[in-house]
Nanobody
């Protein structure tokens, strides 16, 4: 059974940095595609970033380009989201997710088969 577990959320101030981590267990990590999504209060879940197998292909939402970096460590079965220059609008629950066809990138949440429980990020102004 594939499980994803996020960590690293917290309360920060505008302009601060934060690193989220997500560990995958029970599955084949290195061939999986991985993504981060977020859901703000009263909003629908939105795509943040995705990375394919080998880390050679990736995609970011326009709202986070230049501020967030997604990376993966296959030896640790872990995907990271480095967030810098955080803004209040980055506040929300952040979820990592995985899909099997890691040779391609997708921002569509319905194509992700496995989801973590989420970690909360709050950016104060």
């Amino acid at each position: 059974q594939v499980q994803l577990a996020e960590s690293g959320g917290g309360l920060v101030q505008t302009g601060d940095s934060l690193v989220l981590s997500c560990v995958l267990s029970g599955g084949t990590f290195d061939s999986s595609g991985l993504g981060w999504f977020r859901q703000g209060p009263g909003e629908k879940r939105e795509f943040v970033a995705a990375i394919g197998w080998g880390g050679k292909i990736y995609k970011y939402a326009d709202s986070v380009k230049g501020r967030f970096t997604i990376s993966r460590d296959d030896a640790k079965s872990t995907v990271y989201l480095q967030m810098s220059s955080l803004k209040p609008e980055d506040t929300g629950d952040y979820f990592c997710a995985a899909y099997k066809e890691g040779w391609r990138i997708t921002p569509a949440p319905q194509e992700y088969e496995y989801w973590g429980q989420g970690t909360q990020v709050t950016v104060s102004s």
